[in-house]
């Protein structure tokens, strides 16, 4: 949005934003609420093309006792920038020197981006509602190469409504470049229709990927019946593979932010970081989910996948 009123010359107001202490004081009163409610490190999956701000989010990280991990890749539902489009329809007009999309990804893994110093701890890619486009396909091969590069983990947005079979066109594309998918955690299996059967959750899991039930806390954003039976199905998804023996491959968490631009001055009327262990682990418990199962999907499934980064590449 920034970017738009600049080039646009609209007006001020149209983007308008908190002041920049204020919302870095909320960043810090929430992210320490979350770690005394238990929460010990938060993965930022916030990536370019979807507002990305390192520089930000270290200073928020200086002054609170979270552990955060930042993300690297390129955001897009359909198309490629024109910088990376023009890169490849006229080559020969690009210096040799100019980066890659992969080599930028992995710049941020190994050097840090920009000045920070902070390195890039995942590798993110998107798709949804327009599917694997041409362009989504050529960032797919491009966080593809820097995971086989680097050996950092990579995670994925998947389409609402959609998750679970979204989710496996991406193991597909992963697949066809050489990625291990041990190595990948599908996200926003949750946001997968009612209605779908479990079976599709089982063919991500018996690839070998991490799933991840990630978007506890946003049901509120869809119409009131259809939010119900999602936060029914959840549950039900959850308890149902751990009994069937996935609790190894399975992950929970929010999709929430302190602040998001494109909504500006919005407060969303419920919880930021600390629903999945206020609300959310007590009712898994109350179906029967044990402590372990629940330390499993919580702290060592994620510890296990971003220790794989120290197997290198390959």
């Known amino acids: 949005p920034r970017l738009i009123e ?4 609209w007006p001020d107001h149209t983007f308008a934003e908190a002041p920049r202490k204020e919302r870095i004081a909320d960043a810090v009163r929430k992210l320490e609420h979350a770690k005394d409610a238990g929460v010990d490190t938060i993965v930022d999956r916030v990536i370019p093309g979807l507002g990305r701000d390192v520089p930000l989010v270290k200073e928020i990280a200086e002054q609170v006792r979270v552990n955060i991990i930042i993300a690297t890749g390129w955001y897009t539902w359909r198309d490629l920038p024109l910088y990376f489009v023009f890169r490849q329809k006229f080559p020969d007009l690009h210096g040799a020197a100019e980066p890659s999309l992969e080599d930028l990804f992995v710049r941020d893994i190994e050097s ?10 995942i590798i993110k890619i998107v798709s949804d509602e327009f599917g694997i486009t ?3 396909r050529t960032i797919i091969r491009a966080a593809a190469g820097a995971h086989r590069r680097t050996g950092v983990p990579i995670t994925t947005h998947t389409q609402q409504g959609a998750g679970a079979r979204s989710g496996l066109a991406q193991q597909a594309a992963l697949r066809e470049d050489g990625v291990d998918l041990s190595r990948v955690i599908i996200g926003h299996v949750d946001w997968t229709d009612p209605d779908t059967p479990l079976d599709d959750f089982e063919r991500l899991l018996d690839a070998g990927s991490y799933i991840s039930f990630d978007t506890i806390g946003l049901d509120p954003q869809w119409p009131a019946e259809y939010g119900r039976r999602l936060r029914i199905a959840r549950i039900d998804r959850i308890v149902s593979l751990v009994e069937r023996g996935w609790v190894n491959q399975l992950m929970i968490s929010h999709d929430n932010s302190c602040y998001y631009d494109v909504q500006p001055m919005h407060e969303l009327d419920f919880p930021t970081y600390t629903e999945v262990i206020v609300d959310f682990i007590p009712k898994l418990q109350a179906r029967g989910v044990t402590d372990e199962q629940i330390e499993q999907m ?5 510890r296990d996948l971003f220790a794989t980064a120290g197997k290198g590449g390959y």
Request: proline share 5%.
């Open 298 to 302: 919580t702290v060592r499934n994620p």
């Open 6 to 9: 600049k080039e646009l010359n």
């Open 112 to 121: 840090g981006v920009l000045d920070t110093g902070v390195r890039a701890g």
């Open 134 to 136: 041409d362009d989504v």
